[in-house]
């Protein structure tokens, strides 16, 4: 057998928001507490006529009987369940790094992880410094094709490409020809 509805205290308050309700959210929340205590229905029946799931009706009658009918006291609080710093300090602990990495130094995760445990005080996972990261919009790039810094000349000059020939010719008549020498 069902448990007897409760909340009656606050019967009152959820007649009133039927009649002033201004969304459907506080609409359904005073027909969540009003259907049960005044036409004795059970969860299920209020469920099929507020068109929410039982589970949900018995969620919206908690959440009024909680905030006593004032819908505009409940907060959500939404966003970072457990973090570890605000952002603003998240991006003041990355600022460094990143000045760092601007200036043509590359930006290498270990050191921010380590940077990272030792401002917390405990270990962390290498993912929460890639979350940090990615947080503040830097992402993972792949390195260019060439560095900032070559130079194409000096690179050009270093190449294995034929030159004078004979010089080669006689740079390699120098070398004596060995029995052990199977090039030959």
């Known amino acids: 057998m069902a448990r007897t509805a409760g909340g009656h205290q606050?019967?009152?308050?959820?007649?009133?928001?039927l009649t002033?309700?201004?969304?459907?959210?506080?609409?359904?929340?005073?027909q969540a507490v009003v259907l049960p205590l005044e036409y004795n229905m059970s969860l299920d029946q209020a469920s099929?006529?507020?068109?929410?799931?039982?589970?949900?009706?018995c969620q919206l009658r908690t959440d009024f009987i909680r905030n006593s009918g004032n819908?505009?006291?409940?907060?959500?609080?939404?966003?970072?369940?457990?973090?570890?710093?605000?952002?603003?300090?998240?991006?003041?602990?990355?600022?460094?790094?990143?000045?760092k990495a601007k200036d043509g130094g590359i930006l290498v995760?270990?050191?921010?992880?380590?940077?990272?445990?030792?401002?917390?005080?405990?270990?962390?996972?290498l993912a929460s410094a890639y979350n940090l990261l990615h947080r503040h919009d830097w992402r993972k790039l792949v390195p260019d094709?060439?560095?900032?810094?070559?130079?194409?000349?000096?690179?050009?000059?270093f190449k294995k490409t034929p030159g004078n020939a004979e010089g080669d010719q006689q740079r390699l008549a120098?070398?004596?020809?060995?029995k052990a020498d199977v090039s030959r």
């Open 174 to 178: 120098g070398r004596r020809s060995n």
């Open 145 to 157: 094709k060439r560095h900032p810094k070559s130079d194409p000349e000096a690179q050009e000059a």
């Open 48 to 57: 099929s006529i507020i068109g929410v799931s039982k589970g949900w009706v």
């Open 71 to 99: 819908i505009e006291q409940k907060v959500s609080r939404g966003g970072r369940y457990r973090e570890n710093m605000s952002l603003k300090e998240e991006s003041e602990f990355l600022s460094p790094f990143i000045e």
């Open 20 to 30: 002033t309700a201004r969304t459907v959210q506080e609409l359904r929340q005073a």
């Open 10 to 17: 606050f019967i009152n308050k959820a007649k009133e928001l």
């Open 109 to 125: 995760v270990a050191e921010i992880k380590e940077a990272l445990e030792t401002r917390l005080g405990r270990r962390i996972a």
